[in-house]
C-alpha cells in the first residue's frame, strides 16, 4: 500500500507539528539549563539565549556523589528491569500457551497489584522493609521496583505472544526445534517491538522512582538520582537552572536506550518476518 | 506481592500515626478510620471530581494516542524519528522539572502560552490559568496527557507492527475504505493492547498526586482536591496513616467498581479461549 | 494445542520474587550499627549550616570527648517529611535531626524526640529568645531546640525611593503612601509596581493579622477553632487589600510561582516583602541592581515598633531512639550555644537564637531583619496545623476571595471553619 506523495507529505507535516508540542515543554527545560539568570523569568520569552552559560551544567555535575547516585540507579533500574522482562516472558509465554491450575487467579493478582497504590502505600511496605531488615539496603529495592513494572510488562508481553500464531511454533517443532528454540528463534523476533516498549516503559518507571528510595534507603551512599535532582532546592530557595541542568542530563541514558533498542527492534523484527 | 496489600488492610482497622509507628503499639479501631472518611462529604466531593478528571484525560490519551500511533506506522523514516525523540523525551522528563516547566508556561504575566496566545491576537494578556478549579484542572490534564501518551502511542505502534501487512493490502484491492479497514481489520487485532493501555490509564490516571498538587495544591478553593490529594492533606500530612491506609483501600474499591466490566470481560476472555 | 500444565516458568517466577525479596531480609547494612557510644549522626538540611561552622562544632566535640566521631548527612527538603517519618520509626534512627520548625509538633507529639529539660542548663533553655523557642514546646516540654531562623522584610530600591522623592516609612500609613508616591512617580514606566504583593502571599497577612490581635487557629480545649472570622482578621485582610491593590501582581498566586525576586530583578519593582536572601537572587539575576537594593523592617501601625512576622527556621532535636543521647545533647548545646550561633549568624546572616546575641550582627540586612524578629510568631504548634497546610490552603483562598471582592465576614467564616475541620480529630 503506497500512499500518495501529497498524503504523505500532509503526514509528515502533522508528525513535526505534533513533534514540536510534545518537544517543546522539553526544550524549555533544557534551555532553561543554559540560560543565564536574568532570563528564565521574563516578560518576552527568551527562545534562544543570547549568552548560553554552562554555569548551571557545572553546579549539576559537580554536585558532590554524583557518579556513585549515577551508579546506583543504573544498578537498580538494569537489574529490576531484566529480571521482570525475565519472569514476564515465561509467565507471558506460558499463561497464554498453557492452561493450568490457578492460571485465572494467576491473572487476577496480576492485575490487582497493577490497582494498587504503590505510592499511598509508603507506610505498609516500610513495615515490611522494618521487619525484614531491608531497610538502607540498596539491593533490597530491586523485588519492589520489579513488582511496581511486572504487571504491565506482563500483559503487553501476554498481548504480543497471542498474536503469535501458534501454527509458526509448531512448524518450527515440526521442523526439529526444541520448545526452548522455536522460543529464541522463532517467536522472540516477533515480540521485539514489545519488549522494547515494556522496557522503556520499565526503565522511565524505575529511573525517575523518587518515594520508596528516598524514604526506605536512609544513608546517603544509597542514594539515587532523582534525589540529586531535588538537591538544588535548600532553604534558600531552589536554583532552578541547576535543577533543569540536572534533569536534562538525567533524561539522556533514556535516551540513549531508546536509540539503542530502537536499532534492535527494527532488527528484530525484520528477521523475524525474513523467517516467518 | 501480597505481604504490603495485606499490611495496608490490617492498618486500615488500626489507629495508627507517627505516635503508633514508632512505638510500635498495636491498637485496633475496628472500622473507624472507615466510617471517618465516609461520612465526610468532602471525600464524595474528591471522588466525583477524580472520576470526572480521569475519564476526561483517561479518554483523551487513548483517543490522541492511538491516532498518533496509526499516523507512526505511516511515516517515512526522518519525521518518524524525530516524532518518536520527541515522544521519549516527553516521556523520561522527571515529573519534579515536568511540572515546574508546565507552571511556568502557564504563568499569569510571565508564561510563554499567554504570551503566544497574546501574539495570535487573543486577549490573554495577564489572564489567570489557576483562577478557577476548570482551568487548573486543564493545565494539569494537559500535563498528564502529555507524559502518558508516548507510552499509548510506543505500545500500539508496537502492536500495529505485529498486524500482517498483506491484510490491509487484500482489503485495500477490496475496495475497503480506510475507517471500514480499521474496523474491521486493525481494530480487533491491537484491541487487547488497547484494553489494557485504557485498563492502566484509568489506574494511573486516577492516581495522579503530583501533577494535580503541583498547579494548586488542590486550590482553588479546594476545587482541584482529587480523592490522592484529599487523602494526602487529611491522612499522611497530618500522620494520620491508619486513615490513610483505609484511603487507599476505598481507592482500590473505587477502581474495582470503574474497572469491574473491564477485568470481568478479559478473565471470561480467557475462559474460553 | 492446549495443555494442562503447572508452569514451571511460572513457578520459577514467583519462587525468585520469593528468593529475591528474602534476599532483602537476610542482608544487614553494614554501616547500620555505627552509633555506638562515642558515635553521633546528624542529619541537617542542605544549605541550613555551612560546613565550615560543622566542622569547627565536630572538633569541639571531640575535645570533649576524645574518640567521638560525628557523621554528618546532608537531607534534601523534597521528600523530608517522609523521610524523616520513616527514619524516625525505623531501626537504626539518627541521633540528631533538623527539622522546620513548624514541623517540630508532630515529632515532639509522636514521642519520637527526647525532652531536652534535663539538659536545661548546659543548653541554656532560658536564655532561648521566647518567638524562637515556642515551636519546640509541647504539653509544657521542650523537644527542639531553635537552630535558626528568618523573618520577611521590605526588600526595596534605593534609586526609585530617592528619584520619587520618598523616605523610608515608619508606620503603615506612611508605607501606603510612600508606596502610591512612588506609582505615581512612575506612571510612565510599563509594567512598573510601587510594590510587588501577590494576592496569597499568606506569611504576610499572618503578621497583618498579628499585628491586630488575632491569630490564625485559636486553641480551645483540646481542639482548636480558626481565626479567620474575628474582627481582627477582617482589619488585617482590608490593610492587606489597602496595600495589594497597590501592586499589579496577580491576586491569586502567592510570592513563589513565580518566584518574586524574578519579577523584582526584572528592574520595574521599586519593593517586595521577603526573606533577606532574595535580595541576594534578585541582584544575582539582574547586576545592575547591585548597590540599588536595601531593606527596611515590616512597618506596623505605630511608628514606636515593627510589625509582626513569621519566623521561618529550623530546629534540632535528639531522637529517642538515639543510642548515645549524652553525647547528642553535647553537641546540641554546641551547636545551638552562643559560641556557634554567633558563627553561624554571621556566616549565613539568619536570627540566632538568642536575643542576647543580636548586637553581634554585622551585616546591616541581617541586623534589621533580626531586629524584627523580636516581634516573631509562627503557626499553631499542633501536628494538626500540617493538614491546613498541606492542600488546598483555606487562608489562600479567603484572601483571594476578599481581594476579588468578596465581603470579608462571609470568606472569614467558610474559611474558619475549614480551618476548624482540618484541625479537629483526635491526635
Not at chain 1, 79 to 85: D, F, K, M, S, T
Not at chain 2, 24 to 51: H, K, M, Q
Amino acid at each position: 500500500m503506497r500512499a500518495s506523495r501529497r498524503a504523505r507529505g500532509i503526514q509528515s507535516a502533522i508528525a513535526l507539528v505534533l513533534a514540536a508540542l510534545w518537544a517543546f515543554p522539553v526544550y524549555w527545560m533544557a534551555v532553561t539549563a543554559i540560560k543565564p539568570r536574568s532570563d528564565v523569568v521574563s516578560r518576552t520569552p527568551v527562545f534562544i539565549p543570547h549568552s548560553p552559560t554552562l554555569e548551571h551544567l557545572r553546579t549539576a555535575i559537580e554536585a558532590p556523589g554524583f557518579w556513585h547516585f549515577a551508579r546506583n540507579s543504573l544498578v537498580l533500574t538494569i537489574g529490576a528491569v531484566v529480571i521482570a522482562l525475565l519472569i514476564a516472558l515465561a509467565s507471558a509465554w506460558a499463561s497464554t500457551r498453557y492452561f493450568f491450575k490457578g492460571r485465572k487467579a494467576f491473572l487476577i493478582t496480576i492485575m490487582a497489584a497493577q490497582l494498587a497504590p504503590w505510592e499511598a502505600m509508603l507506610i505498609p511496605i516500610f513495615i515490611v522493609y522494618r521487619d525484614t531488615g531491608g531497610l538502607d539496603v540498596l539491593l533490597a529495592l530491586i523485588p519492589l521496583y520489579m513488582v511496581m513494572v511486572l504487571p504491565f510488562t506482563v500483559w503487553t508481553m501476554r498481548g504480543f505472544i497471542a498474536a503469535v500464531p501458534v501454527e509458526l511454533e509448531e512448524a518450527a517443532l515440526v521442523d526439529g526445534c526444541s520448545r526452548g528454540q522455536a522460543f529464541r528463534r522463532i517467536v522472540f523476533p516477533l515480540l521485539a517491538p514489545g519488549v522494547m516498549a515494556t522496557s522503556l516503559f520499565g526503565f522511565i518507571t524505575i529511573w525517575n522512582e523518587f518515594v520508596f528510595v528516598n524514604a526506605l534507603m536512609q544513608s546517603e551512599p544509597n542514594a539515587t538520582l532523582p534525589l540529586w535532582i531535588s538537591a538544588f532546592q535548600t532553604v534558600f530557595g531552589t536554583d532552578w537552572g541547576a535543577t533543569m541542568a540536572a534533569s536534562s542530563l538525567f533524561t539522556l541514558p533514556v535516551i540513549l536506550l531508546f536509540a539503542i533498542l530502537q536499532r534492535r527492534a527494527v532488527g528484530g523484527l525484520a528477521a523475524g518476518a525474513v523467517k516467518g | 506481592m501480597g505481604w504490603p496489600l495485606v499490611n495496608n488492610v490490617l492498618l486500615s482497622l488500626r489507629k495508627v500515626t507517627l505516635r503508633e509507628l514508632i512505638s510500635r503499639d498495636v491498637v485496633w479501631v475496628g472500622f473507624d478510620n472507615y466510617r471517618t472518611i465516609l461520612a465526610d462529604p468532602a471525600f464524595w466531593d474528591a471522588v466525583v471530581r477524580s472520576v470526572l478528571f480521569t475519564a476526561a484525560c483517561a479518554a483523551t490519551t487513548m483517543v490522541v494516542g492511538v491516532l498518533m500511533a496509526l499516523l507512526l506506522v505511516r511515516l517515512p523514516r526522518f519525521p518518524k524519528l524525530v516524532l518518536s525523540i520527541s515522544l521519549v523525551l516527553a516521556w523520561a522528563t522527571p515529573v519534579l522539572a515536568a511540572t515546574t516547566v508546565f507552571q511556568w508556561l502557564f504563568d499569569t504575566d510571565f508564561g510563554v502560552v499567554n504570551w503566544l496566545l497574546a501574539r495570535v491576537g487573543l486577549d490573554t494578556e495577564g489572564h489567570s490559568w489557576f483562577s478557577t478549579g476548570r482551568s487548573t484542572f486543564l493545565v494539569a490534564g494537559l500535563l498528564v496527557v502529555w507524559q502518558a501518551v508516548p507510552l499509548v502511542v510506543f505500545s500500539i505502534s508496537a502492536a500495529l507492527a505485529t498486524v500482517p501487512p498483506e491484510l490491509d493490502e487484500a482489503a485495500v484491492i477490496d475496495g475497503a475504505t480506510a475507517s471500514q479497514r480499521w474496523w474491521t481489520i486493525t481494530f480487533p487485532l491491537v484491541r487487547p493492547m488497547i484494553g489494557v493501555l485504557a485498563f492502566l490509564q484509568v489506574i494511573w490516571d486516577f492516581k495522579a498526586f503530583t501533577q494535580v498538587y503541583a498547579m494548586r495544591r488542590g486550590g482553588p478553593d479546594s476545587s482541584t482536591t482529587t480523592l490522592p490529594i484529599l487523602i494526602y492533606q487529611e491522612g499522611l500530612a497530618r500522620s494520620q496513616f491508619g486513615l490513610a491506609a483505609a484511603a487507599s483501600v476505598v481507592t482500590v474499591a473505587i477502581l474495582l467498581v470503574l474497572l469491574a466490566l473491564y477485568v470481568r470481560s478479559a478473565v471470561r476472555a480467557e475462559e474460553v479461549r | 494445542m492446549k495443555q494442562r500444565w503447572t508452569a514451571p516458568a511460572l513457578v520459577a517466577a514467583v519462587g525468585l520474587t520469593l528468593a529475591l525479596s528474602a534476599c532483602g531480609g537476610d542482608a544487614k547494612s553494614g554501616s547500620g550499627d555505627a552509633a555506638e557510644k562515642n558515635a553521633l549522626t546528624v542529619w541537617l538540611m542542605n544549605g541550613s549550616v555551612p560546613d565550615k561552622v560543622v566542622q569547627s562544632v565536630n572538633a569541639d566535640l571531640a575535645k570533649q570527648h576524645p574518640g567521638a566521631t560525628v557523621t554528618v548527612e546532608v537531607q534534601e527538603w523534597n521528600g523530608i517529611q517522609d523521610k524523616l517519618t520513616t527514619a524516625l520509626a525505623g531501626n537504626n534512627p539518627p541521633d540528631v535531626i533538623e527539622m522546620g520548625n513548624t514541623q517540630n509538633a508532630k515529632f515532639s507529639q509522636s514521642g519520637a524526640l527526647l525532652d531536652l529539660d534535663a539538659d536545661k542548663a548546659k543548653l541554656g533553655i532560658d536564655q532561648w529568645s521566647k518567638g524562637m523557642a515556642s515551636s519546640g514546646v509541647w504539653d509544657g516540654k521542650t523537644y527542639g531546640a531553635p537552630l535558626l531562623a528568618a523573618n520577611r522584610v521590605v526588600i526595596y530600591r534605593t534609586d526609585l525611593f530617592e528619584k520619587a522623592g520618598v523616605t523610608v516609612p515608619k508606620t503603615f500609613d506612611e508605607w501606603v503612601a510612600a508606596t502610591t508616591k512612588l506609582n505615581q512617580a512612575n506612571a510612565a514606566t510599563k509594567d512598573f509596581q510601587g510594590i510587588y504583593l501577590p494576592g496569597q502571599s499568606w506569611y504576610v497577612y499572618a503578621g497583618l493579622l498579628w499585628d491586630a490581635g488575632g491569630d490564625l487557629a485559636v486553641k480551645d480545649g483540646d481542639s482548636w477553632k480558626g481565626g479567620l472570622d474575628t474582627p481582627a482578621a477582617a482589619e488585617a485582610i482590608g490593610k492587606y487589600k489597602q496595600l495589594q491593590s497597590l501592586s499589579k501582581a496577580p491576586k491569586d498566586a502567592d510570592e513563589a510561582t513565580p518566584q518574586q525576586f524574578e519579577v523584582f530583578a526584572e528592574g520595574n519593582v521599586a519593593q517586595m516583602i521577603g526573606l533577606p536572601w532574595e535580595m541576594g537572587s534578585a541582584v544575582g539575576a539582574n547586576k545592575k541592581l547591585d548597590g540599588k537594593v536595601a531593606v527596611f523592617p515590616i512597618p506596623s501601625s505605630s511608628a514606636d515598633k515593627s510589625g509582626s512576622v513569621f519566623l521561618g527556621g529550623s530546629n534540632l532535636g535528639i531522637s529517642a531512639g538515639s543510642d548515645s543521647p549524652k553525647l547528642a545533647a553535647d553537641w546540641l548545646a554546641l551547636m545551638t550555644g552562643e559560641k556557634y550561633q554567633t558563627e553561624l549568624a554571621l556566616a549565613s546572616n539568619v536570627v540566632p537564637n538568642r536575643t542576647a546575641l543580636l548586637s553581634k550582627l554585622t551585616d546591616p540586612t541581617a541586623k534589621i531583619m533580626a531586629g524584627a524578629a523580636a516581634n516573631g510568631h509562627v503557626t499553631p504548634v499542633d501536628p494538626r496545623w500540617a493538614g491546613v497546610e498541606a492542600g488546598a490552603n483555606p487562608v489562600k483562598d479567603y484572601m483571594t476571595a476578599v481581594l476579588t471582592g468578596t465581603d470579608p465576614a462571609a470568606a472569614g467564616t467558610k474559611a474558619s471553619a475549614e480551618i476548624t475541620k482540618r484541625m479537629s480529630g483526635a491526635l
